[in-house]
């Protein structure tokens, strides 16, 4: 077995304040990463400008990563990165800009290289990286990947390049005004993680551990998903357990779930959680039938007596995906042909039994 997770995790109030010292410590000048202005307005950005000044460190910002960030916007921030100086960059808010940072960082680093680099299996080195989550699901701020909408394959795929954050921030008050549809997307993107990476061939006792007791901690806020009020302590207790998800799944990557999300948000335009929580159901459907008792297992631990109940649940969260046969049947070609994804399923799988996966929840 093997562990690894090289980033120095603050899970704090104030943790940008009490660690700019180590953070500002990284390089001279920062390239600060941002959507267009969630972290304006939840004060994220503001506290890590204010780091960066209290230790006499500059920046510039870059807020125009969109959701699930493209190759064009990922070269035209580095290419301000690199006429600036930047030698370090901090990515703020959900995943797309903690994804974008880690690829800009590379392309800083690598400055005469093209796009094609990164997808390609060379090994580079890239730039240090910090990471202040604002959404509850990704893990990007631990995890080595950096997924980007690949408009020539029409789809989303993560770069070649493994990058860990040096540094992660995680501070629950960001994210405890966000929009409770936010929270839920987000919330059932660490619930993908868990279950992927639980059940996944490449799970170890330690990824296993990590999922286990990620999950407990995560059942604790089924109210908050079922449509309940929520504070900073939901918010604290899911971040957690959304930073304990990113590092099962950077041992063990994501599967079958994942792989047919990125149909639905490219195509469609569903958020990624979203798109990935219409399949859950349908993975652990066929889970049940493989491995019945470690099904069970997972069903009380998540605090569902059944399959049927796992599935009203994300219903209820989710509402039903508009997927029509066409729709299913790309999907079902693409996947078959997604090795990756299928490679880590810790059972055999038929076109008929992923044709079930996706329809499942139908
Ligand atoms: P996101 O795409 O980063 O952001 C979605 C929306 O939420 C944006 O409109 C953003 O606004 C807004 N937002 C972010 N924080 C907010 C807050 N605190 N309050 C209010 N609004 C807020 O969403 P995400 O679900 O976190 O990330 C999805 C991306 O991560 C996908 O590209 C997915 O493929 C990737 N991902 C990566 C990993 C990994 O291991 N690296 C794992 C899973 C998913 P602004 O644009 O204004 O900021
Ligand atoms: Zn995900």
Redo the contacts with the bound molecule.
């Keep these: 077995m093997e562990f690894y997770i090289p980033t120095r995790v603050y899970q704090e109030s104030d943790a940008v304040k009490n660690h700019g010292k180590e953070i500002a410590a990284l390089g001279r000048k920062a390239l600060i990463v941002?959507?267009?202005?969630?972290?304006a307005?939840?004060g994220s950005l503001a506290d890590v400008k204010a780091a960066l000044e209290d230790n006499n460190t500059e920046y510039t910002v870059f807020d125009r990563?969109?959701?699930?960030?493209s190759i064009a916007a990922v070269m035209e921030a580095a290419e301000i990165g690199r006429s600036e100086g930047a030698d370090f960059v901090i990515g703020i808010?959900?995943?797309?800009?903690?994804?974008a940072a880690k690829a800009i960082a590379l392309m800083i680093q690598n400055r005469d290289s093209s796009e094609d680099i990164l997808y390609t299996d060379i090994k580079l080195k890239a730039l240090p990286v910090v990471e202040v989550p604002?959404?509850c699901?990704?893990?990007?701020e631990v995890?080595p990947?950096?997924?980007l909408t690949r408009k020539e394959l029409k789809t989303?795929q993560?770069i070649r390049h493994r990058i860990f954050p040096e540094i992660a921030c995680v501070d629950a008050k960001?994210?405890k005004?966000?929009?409770q549809s936010?929270i839920i997307?987000?919330a059932i993107?660490a619930l993908g993680?868990f279950i992927e990476s639980y059940f996944n061939l490449n799970a170890t006792d330690y990824s296993k551990m990590l999922c286990l007791y990620g999950m407990k901690e995560w059942a604790k806020n089924l109210h908050v998903l079922r449509g309940e009020n929520f504070g900073e302590k939901e918010c604290n207790s899911l971040l957690f357990a959304s930073t304990l998800a990113?590092m099962a799944?950077s041992h063990t990557s994501t599967c079958v779930p994942h792989g047919l999300s990125y149909y639905l948000t490219y195509n469609k335009g569903v958020?990624?959680?979203k798109a990935v929580g219409y399949f859950l159901a349908g993975y652990m459907a066929l889970v049940n039938q493989r491995i019945p008792n470690e099904a069970d297992r997972i069903f009380k631990l998540l605090g569902f007596s059944d399959v049927k109940e796992f599935k009203e649940f994300i219903i209820a969260c989710l509402g039903r995906p508009d997927i029509n046969d066409e729709d299913a049947t790309n999907m079902l070609n693409g996947i078959m042909e997604n090795h990756g994804k299928l490679a880590v399923l810790p059972f055999v799988v038929t076109r008929m039994d992923i044709r079930y996966l996706i329809t499942y929840i139908l």
């Design positions: 941002t959507g267009k202005s969630s972290s307005k939840n990563i969109e959701e699930n960030p808010g959900g995943g797309s800009p903690m994804d604002t959404t699901g990704t893990g990007s995890t990947y950096a997924i989303k993560s960001y994210i005004n966000a929009p936010i997307n987000t993107d993680h990113g799944i958020p990624h959680g």
